[in-house]
């Protein structure tokens, strides 16, 4: 049973002393059993492979060495990023017009009320007595009027007659004037055929007056009449606004006035919202107020992650005062009013796609004259080229400005200048 281990000793330690003491005849001995080379082609293997592969530099080449991207522009969405706010389409404080207690049971908060649905009624008190009245003296007034009317034609009539009785005078008094100057007739006949004409013109003055009388007493019969008519309006009205009927229908944000309340003029009945469709509102930078078109479709997530979709109903066309900043409404369905007013949103809104470069953000640079861009090589040599960020993603920023296909500095355009020869390698893009 212990023989074993003995041996397996025995053989570690003639191991040891060649490996320790005696190495030179190990390697003689192991190196008789190396087969000889021979000249058919081996395999090449993979280091070898990545030795043909790697770039050859000349050692006297001092160009700075920088790690370049090949960019292609791509049509992108450049939709405009807003911050804004959900608005009710209306809301609107239902106020009375008439003074009186309220007599209508409450409806409370949240109530959906239909338009033209009575919300407040006021007691009419002494109302409908003055409506009666205002009708009596309109019926007064209008039996006046076939009186005043029937004056008329009297008037008119007397004033034919003064106007016959003028004209039979004024014969009477050419001939009388004619005999005096043949000799044929008395001076006094004259003067009273004179007389007689100055007494006619005098009645028909008379009996035009009459007429003007005649007509002054209808138009006063008929503003009589007018005036019935309007005090009969503001009674009716009056009587009409003890009601207070709901002008749109929607959801009562307040109960109504309760029960026995006094109403003055003015006093709130109820606050009434509606809120489909809802807005969106935002409010547009003036430096991309001309990428924005009435129109043009949106989305918009809320602050409870909802998203909705509509379309820009509203662009202002001044900006306020105090931010420079352009009001824009977005209309959006909201019949299952999940909506409410007043909630956070972020608004974009999509308009015309615009050719960009999708790079890191790290690639952007700025030049000694502090301008925004990034560095790219053409034909071996560095040029700063300006550009503008359209906006920022999870895989870069997307950026205008640049050719259609550019080599972009990634790694070292802090090290080099417009103008400085430079030796690339292009980067390996991976997903």
């Given amino acids: 049973m212990r023989l074993f281990p003995l041996i397996t000793a025995a053989l570690v330690c003639v191991a040891l002393y060649f490996a320790i003491l005696n190495r030179d005849a190990l390697v003689s001995f192991a190196s008789g059993f190396v087969p000889e080379p021979t000249n ?58 008439a003074m009186g207690r309220i007599i209508s049971t409450p409806i409370r908060a949240g109530a959906f009320v239909e338009e033209g649905q009575v919300m407040c009624e006021i007691d009419p008190g002494t109302s409908q007595t003055a409506l009666e009245e205002a009708q009596a003296r309109l019926a007064e007034a209008r039996a006046r009027v076939p009186e005043a009317e029937a004056r008329l034609p009297e008037a008119r009539a007397m004033l034919a007659q003064a106007e016959a009785q003028l004209a039979s005078a004024r014969i009477d008094g050419n001939a009388a004037s004619r005999l005096n100057e043949s000799g044929f007739g ?18 028909v003055e008379s009996a035009m007056a009459g007429v003007q009388g005649a007509e002054a007493g209808v138009q006063s019969a008929l503003a009589s009449v007018r005036a019935a008519e309007a ?29 026995g309340t006094l109403m003055q003029p003015g006093a709130i009945c109820a606050t009434i919202i509606q809120l489909d469709p809802i807005k969106l509102v935002g409010f547009v930078p003036e430096a991309q107020v001309g ?5 043009a479709m949106a989305t918009a997530q809320l602050a ?9 109903t509203f662009l202002s066309r001044s900006a306020d005062d105090r931010t420079r900043t352009f009001r ?19 608004i974009l809104i999509r308009t015309e796609g615009t ?31 300006p550009v503008q960020m359209i906006r920022d993603t999870a895989r870069g920023v997307l950026l205008t400005g640049l050719p259609e296909t550019a080599d972009v500095i990634t790694v070292g355009q802090e090290f080099v200048t417009a103008g400085v020869e430079v030796r690339t390698t292009l980067e390996e893009l991976t997903q």
């Fill in 40 to 97: 058919a082609p081996t395999e090449a293997t993979p280091e070898a492979d990545v030795a043909d592969t790697e770039e050859v530099t000349d050692p006297d080449d001092d160009r700075i060495h920088v790690v370049v991207r090949r960019s292609e522009a791509q049509v992108t969405e450049n939709a405009v990023l807003l911050r804004g706010r959900t608005e009710a389409l209306r809301l609107v404080d239902v106020a009375s017009e």
């Fill in 186 to 203: 008395s001076d006094t006949r004259a003067a009273s055929a004179a007389a007689g004409v100055a007494g006619a013109e005098a009645g």
């Fill in 231 to 259: 005090a009969v309006t503001r009674a009716e009205d009056a009587i009409a606004d003890l009601t207070i009927y709901a002008p749109f229908e929607g959801l009562l944000e307040t109960d109504t006035a309760e029960l």
């Fill in 291 to 295: 990428r924005v078109e009435v129109g």
């Fill in 304 to 312: 409870s992650g909802d998203q909705v979709q509509g379309e820009v």
């Fill in 328 to 346: 824009v409404e977005i209309m959006v369905d909201n019949s299952d009013l999940t909506i409410r007013d007043g909630q956070t949103a972020d």
């Fill in 355 to 385: 050719p960009a470069h999708l790079l890191p953000a790290s690639a952007m640079t700025l030049n000694d004259d502090g301008q925004l861009g990034v560095r790219i090589v053409v034909d071996g040599v560095v040029e700063f080229t």
